[in-house]
């Protein structure tokens, strides 16, 4: 049923090549994504607790406007409209990058700023899961808020929120697939453009699927290895084991 | 940088209008679908019905390991081919990519909702099942007038935040060139080369009307006192 992978194409490449290509973007946009979406994510959440006013509700904006516009207009609007808006020698310079760099960087800066609002949301979370007596410890240790941040409250958040972002590592190679639309030769449009070609749309899709499940698959295995490496002692008990497909579901622990 | 001109974007609004109103029923159906499937599923998963729980829970899966431009895809391609296998003896049924996009949309989301209520139903207290055993219900008017109630209360702001997700997916549907919002846009924009304050003026139709149903959440958890359980 895969024989048509070792077919060759128009350029002479087997098809299974295509698809290697596309995966290799895929994950490249992933990763990338992920670290910058990541960074930003932890600034932002953090932002969302801090007791500064205007802080607070320039990261609340940050999370509403990316949050609520679709991925896919916002890879329009890093695409088409960024450039027209910039002055025109920086609009051009943009518009002359070569390919696949002049698609590439957009939807990586588009999914990287969508992925960390919804990080942003994950960190406030853990931020405030946290108990009060931590930052009251900080403070009546002499620790600055700064301070109390960085060395006492982040970390634990973080430690805490790992499952949770395991539905986000989840997500963000999955939306990588939207970069199609801009014209960025991922997995997703490897696949089609092979489908098109030779009309084996069975094994094209099939292989695309089963590729993306593996992936699944991995950032399972992995964010379960982090979970367990960093887990907080003591926490065990109100966290019950999740499944694969737990997880892929997205499915939270019952509500009490 | 061109002068912006939001003239054209007033000349284009009831073509805009049109592609939002093709958004907000996809949307919808894809939510009664949805949500009747997906009860379904969870009802299955909950009960333990041998065989096709272990089906449902597959399909779950799968579903959503993969990315749903792919998932369009595959409907995009199965469904004819299915539909023709039914029917007319297995030649392939060409149904247009509307209703492709209602089909999709209604299964792919089905799979979102199931988990949803499936979660719901595991947060309903032992007792209240064994009140209605005792009080002799049957097992239809256990989960009609007893469960599901409570898990539609309870997981009411989930259920919104994900139709609002689901409204943002919709935009997906440029994929298969159907005129939804972004699509109507999109053809206006390659009309009249207005792209700037096209795609402007549909981020900012998006922004409000996720941002405003995003408040609708908050008023429901705040109703339901439901601790922390954000899932946008």
Known sequence: ?256 | MSELDFTVVLRAWPYLLSGLQFSLALTAAAFAVGMVLGTTFALIQHLEVPVLSRLVRIYITLIRSIPLILVLFWFFFLVPTVLGYLTSGGRPIPIGPTYTAFITFGLFEAAYYSEIIRVGLRSVNKGQFEACQALALSSFDTYRSVIMPQVLKVASPIILSQTIILFQDTSLVYVLSLTDLVGAASKMAQLNGRLVEMYLTVAVIYLAICSAASQCVAVLRKRNELPRVVRQ
């Open chain 1, 1 to 256: 049923m895969f024989d048509v992978l070792f077919e060759r194409g128009l350029d002479g490449r087997p098809y299974g090549l295509y698809l290697l290509s596309g995966l290799g973007w895929t994950l490249v946009l992933a990763f990338f994504g992920w670290w910058i979406a990541f960074s930003i994510g932890i600034v932002v959440g953090v932002g969302r607790t801090a007791s500064n006013k205007i802080v607070s509700i320039a990261s609340r904006l940050y999370v509403e406007v990316f949050r609520n516009i679709p991925l896919l207009v916002q890879m329009f609007l890093w695409f088409f409209v960024l450039p027209e808006l910039l002055p025109s020698a920086v609009g051009s310079w943009i518009k002359q990058m070569p390919p696949p760099w002049g698609a590439f960087i957009p939807a990586l800066v588009c999914l990287a700023l969508y992925t960390a609002a919804r990080i942003a949301e994950q960190v406030r979370a853990g931020i405030e899961a946290l108990p009060r007596g931590q930052s009251e410890a900080s403070a009546a240790l002499g620790l600055a808020p700064s301070q109390a941040y960085r060395f006492v409250i982040v970390p634990q958040a973080m430690r805490l929120i790992v499952p949770s972002l395991t539905s986000e590592v989840m997500g963000i190679y999955k939306n990588t697939s939207v970069a199609m639309t801009i014209g960025v030769l991922e997995l997703t449009a490897e696949s089609r453009q092979i489908s098109e070609m030779t009309f084996q749309t069975f094994a094209a899709f099939g292989s695309a699927t089963l590729i993306y499940l593996s992936l699944a698959l991995c950032a399972y295995q992995l964010m379960t290895y982090i979970d367990d490496k960093v887990r907080i002692p003591g926490t065990e008990v109100i966290k019950r084991k999740r499944s694969f497909s737990d997880v892929v579901a997205g499915a939270k622990a019952p509500a009490p």
